[in-house]
């Protein structure tokens, strides 16, 4: 199985991996969105310390992403 996390620097690299490859194989495959902590406290500092964290700018791409993998299934 392909446990694939959906990260604000892997967001054009999930569809480049291709859902047909795993699937083609007998390889099962499980998406997730990395959601970031809740960035709106006051003592969340660390936001820009880590690449994986989606921005708001990303949202346009994740929504895309996702309409691609649930149509290309």
Same mark, same amino acid.
């Given at each position: 199985?392909? /446990? @694939? %996390?959906?990260?604000?620097?892997? @967001?054009?690299?999930? #569809?480049?991996?291709? +859902?047909?490859? =795993? &699937?083609?194989?007998? @390889?099962?495959?499980?998406?997730? @969105? /990395?959601? &970031? =902590?809740?960035?709106? !406290? *006051?003592?969340? #500092?660390? $936001?820009?310390? %880590?690449?994986?964290?989606? !921005? =708001?700018?990303?949202? =346009?791409?994740?929504?895309? $992403? $996702?309409?691609? +993998? &649930? *149509?290309?299934?």
């Amino acid at each position: 199985m392909f /446990n @694939i %996390n959906i990260c604000h620097n892997n @967001i054009d690299d999930v #569809k480049r991996t291709g +859902l047909k490859s =795993p &699937t083609d194989n007998g @390889i099962a495959t499980d998406y997730h @969105i /990395n959601e &970031t =902590p809740m960035t709106e !406290q *006051t003592h969340f #500092k660390h $936001l820009n310390e %880590n690449q994986t964290y989606r !921005q =708001p700018e990303d949202w =346009p791409k994740v929504d895309a $992403l $996702l309409d691609y +993998l &649930t *149509t290309s299934v």
